[in-house]
């Protein structure tokens, strides 16, 4: 199956930003639609933005105006640009890809970590 691999992750201040990558072993971005999602110590899995096979995205109400998830099919790659960072904003973020059922396509990656600190 697709594996996928994110990266991009590190320690930035509040308003800082971080621009985070999604990789899949193969194309499957084109096919299906791709979503972040992140999760902090101690709660649960929380989808932070999507986008679809036709380009369509949608966002958590906690990040719409401050981060922007793009893709290149070409690279098989999905993009998350993150801009004016905040504290609540520190989790393992993860990438993947699901059908139109809801089902989860790639195999989870190790995720990076965004700290967000002063």
């Known amino acids: 199956q697709v594996q996928l691999t994110e990266s991009g992750g590190g320690l930035v201040q509040p308003g800082g930003s971080l621009r985070l990558s999604c990789a899949a072993s193969g194309s499957i971005f084109s096919s299906y639609t791709t979503v972040w999602y992140r999760r902090a110590p101690g709660k649960q899995r929380e989808l932070v933005a999507s986008i679809s096979r036709g380009g369509f995205t949608n966002y958590a109400d906690s990040v719409k105006g401050r981060f922007t998830i793009s893709r290149d099919n070409a690279k098989n790659t999905v993009y998350l640009q993150m801009n004016s960072l905040k504290l609540e904003d520190t989790a393992v973020y993860y990438c993947?890809?699901?059908?139109?059922?809801?089902?989860?396509?790639?195999?989870w990656g190790q995720g990076t970590q965004v700290t967000v600190s002063s």
């Open positions: 993947n890809s699901v059908t139109s059922s809801g089902s989860l396509v790639g195999i």
